[in-house]
């Protein structure tokens, strides 16, 4: 069965084959950037903030360090190489490969036209996006 793709024709096989061979080399290229970005976080903490996290744990305990930072702040952050933000932006990378594997495996089931488990499949998606959503940043 052949299914119109832009202005261009398509087998199904095709289909199937560009989605089973793509999936794996998006993970991977996900995986890769984030180790990337958590590498460069270990590099600049080790460099320029060696004792950011026991500043940050005796702030903690004396009070100093309560609240919530907004993505605004933390990419900001980010910009300005803050290891903590730039580890906890790989850590973000990080969590689009689980998200990505189901997204795709949704997809897919959607194309066999197999609902059980495309419902289930869209159960643990919105859980998992829910879950990075409520999530707190930093």
């Not at 903490?45 to 100093?64: I, L, M, N, S, W």
């Not at 997809?107 to 059980?116: P, S, V």
């Amino acid at each position: 069965m052949a299914r119109i793709v832009g202005d261009l024709r398509m087998p199904k096989q095709d289909e199937d084959r560009i989605l089973r061979e793509w999936t794996p080399i998006l993970l991977r290229s996900i995986l890769i950037a984030s180790m990337s970005t958590l590498i460069v976080g270990l590099v600049l903490t080790y460099t320029f903030a060696p004792d950011y996290y026991v500043d940050r744990y005796h702030a903690v305990e004396q009070g100093h360090l309560i609240g919530k930072e907004t993505f605004g702040l933390f990419f900001e952050r980010v910009r300005k190489g803050n290891p903590h933000a730039v580890l906890t932006l790989g850590l973000f990378e990080l969590t689009l490969v689980p998200l990505a594997r189901v997204a795709f495996c949704f997809i897919l089931f959607i194309k066999e036209r197999d609902y059980t488990y495309v419902g289930l499949t869209a159960y643990v998606l919105a859980g998992l996006i829910v879950g990075v959503l409520v999530g707190s940043v930093g």
